[in-house]
């Protein structure tokens, strides 16, 4: 079962976003291997680009079981479809199910653990905006990117995150906290 934290949104709010479609240019949409492309009007603070302009973010906390991996899917498909991020949502929810596994996997030390999913939608500089997840464990151990041999069953959760992200990582926890975050990115990209 997850949570929310203290004072984030479970969703967004309904007025964020409830007349975006209404008597306004539509957006062309189309996806590449690291980068979805939006054309459309410019942000102006109340336009189709508005849920871009500024920055989301949700957080919610999942026993460390195996079986709550539809539940982080549910979660983050709802999160990207109510942000109207609907062309990132399988390679989002791909690489955030691989990185929840292996938190399960070899970030727990038993049921009694969590593993904290943080989905974000933020400016990113220069580049736009990005869609940035962080699955956070108890465990101080960083992951390690390996080739599996063709016969083993495992192993390829960490190269399926580097092909399906644009960049990914790992750094401390929050400040007071233990373990550790694994963290990827898919950019949003504007065209002029």
């Given amino acids: 079962m997850s949570r929310s934290l203290p ?42 680009m508005s849920a871009l302009a500024t ?63 943080t989905v974000s939608l933020e400016a990113a500089g220069c580049f736009g905006h990005q869609l940035r997840v962080e699955v956070a464990d108890g465990s101080p151990v960083i992951p390690v990117f390996r080739r599996a041999s063709p016969t083993e069953e495992c192993g390829r959760g960490l190269a399926i995150v580097d092909c399906l992200a644009s960049d990914w990582g790992t750094e401390p926890p929050d400040p007071g906290g233990e373990g550790k975050k694994v963290w990827f990115t898919l950019p949003l990209e504007r065209a002029s």
């Fill in 7 to 48: 004072g984030l949104p479970q969703r967004p709010a309904p007025a964020d976003d409830e007349d975006l479609g209404r008597d306004r240019p539509a957006l062309a949409v189309s996806v590449n291997r690291h980068c979805i492309r939006i054309t459309g009007p410019e942000p102006r603070g109340e336009g189709p």
């Fill in 55 to 117: 920055r989301r973010l949700f957080r919610a906390e999942f026993p460390a079981l195996p079986d709550r991996a539809a539940a982080v899917r549910r979660m983050v498909t709802g999160h990207l479809n109510d942000w109207r991020l609907g062309a990132l949502v399988d390679g989002a929810v791909l690489a955030t199910n691989e990185l929840f596994a292996n938190a399960v996997e070899h970030g727990s030390s038993g049921p009694a653990d969590t593993v904290t999913i």
